[in-house]
């Protein structure tokens, strides 16, 4: 590898792209490169914010291969049948596990209502009582926080497991994924000061034990390369399938749409032809699979709500660099 040209990768994400704490990138499944920046080493995870949401679709796919759930077109009110909709609710009843995993559902919010969402005692239930609204299902809808929690409500109903525990078992462990406890935090203050401690390691989880779905897992550049370099291996870790191929397959491909970007089950479609899909968190947390370059890139980043986009980064800088490497 041309030792000026890495010199010159790491000035400009210096100079533009100053929030990154570390970055991975895979090539045939060898790692040619690993990088940290702003004091982080590779041993500080960083909260990855929205990439929590396509670890949820792992393992919702896991969760289905092993029987818990039958099918994507369930209603997911048949997972809560101690929840009471209230009088004159009608579109709930009608929203699916799928509709749920492509951002397709309403609410009855314009914007989130975090305070509501963090004040209650059971963030599953918060999202319940905010589904439904005049919204159409199958309008596609980002929902960053509030929403995506049902789905973890739904794992943990139908394993009888913490989701955690579910994950370590299924999921983690057999990565080599270090995600040791649930991170619980009682106040405003505590939260920011929790996202921004490089030694915070776990899973935030409501009052109730249940892991967030849309945010709150904390990993490392390696954490989320492995789980990047699983999806390329079309489901198999060290001979061993951890995830069915045809659950990546459907969870990679378009199922909605929102302008001109691609949404699959909680991963974004960068390019059908290739395919190329990520996983994207705020600040420019991001897992990058490409499949016809059989590239994989994973990057760590700070808090930065103004943060450059990270697909462009990865387009202009990384894969020009190192799509032709065959070894570190």
């Known amino acids: 590898m041309n030792q000026e040209k890495i010199r010159e990768l790491e000035k400009t994400i210096n100079s533009d ?45 896991i969760a289905m291969e092993k029987g818990y759930i ?23 009843q ?9 951002m397709t559902v309403p609410y009855k919010f314009k914007s989130e209502p975090y305070t509501k969402y963090f004040t209650s005692e059971s963030w ?14 199958g309008e596609f809808r980002y929902t960053p926080v509030v929403g995506p929690d049902i789905l973890s409500g739904i794992l943990a109903n139908v394993t009888g497991q913490p989701v955690l525990a579910f994950a370590m078992e299924n999921l983690f462990s057999p990565l080599g994924i270090h995600v040791p406890n649930n991170v619980v935090f009682h106040s405003k ?55 069915s191929t045809g659950w990546i397959d459907e969870s990679t491909k378009e199922h909605s749409r929102w302008g001109k970007l691609s949404y699959g089950y909680l991963w974004w479609i960068i390019e059908d032809d290739e395919p190329i899909y990520a996983a994207l968190g705020q600040g420019g947390n991001v897992i990058y699979v490409n499949t016809k370059k059989n590239m994989v890139v994973s990057i760590a980043s700070l808090v930065g709500l103004r943060a450059k ?20």
């Open 189 to 243: 203050e505590e939260q920011i000061a929790v996202m921004k401690d490089k030694n915070t390691r776990g899973w935030v989880a409501d009052p109730q034990g249940i892991n967030t779905a849309g945010w709150g897992l904390f990993l490392t550049p390696a954490d989320m390369a492995k789980i990047g370099q699983l999806y390329l291996n079309n489901g198999i870790w060290e001979s061993k399938q951890i995830l």
């Open 94 to 102: 009608n929203i699916r596990i799928r509709d749920l995993l492509t």
């Open 70 to 92: 039958e099918s994507t077109e369930q209603r997911v009110l048949e997972f809560f049948p101690g929840y009471t909709v209230k009088r004159g609710e009608k579109t709930i």
């Open 17 to 61: 792209y100053g929030n990154i704490a570390g970055m991975i990138v895979q090539k045939n499944g060898i790692k040619v490169y690993e990088n940290y920046f702003n004091g982080y080493t590779a041993d500080n995870p960083t909260h990855v914010y929205s990439v929590t949401k396509s670890v949820i679709s792992a393992l919702m796919g």
């Open 124 to 137: 599953v239930k918060a999202a319940l009582d905010l589904l439904g609204g005049k919204g159409q299902v």
């Open 309 to 328: 986009d990270r697909i462009e980064f990865i387009k202009e800088y990384i894969e020009p660099l190192f799509e032709n490497c065959v070894s570190a």
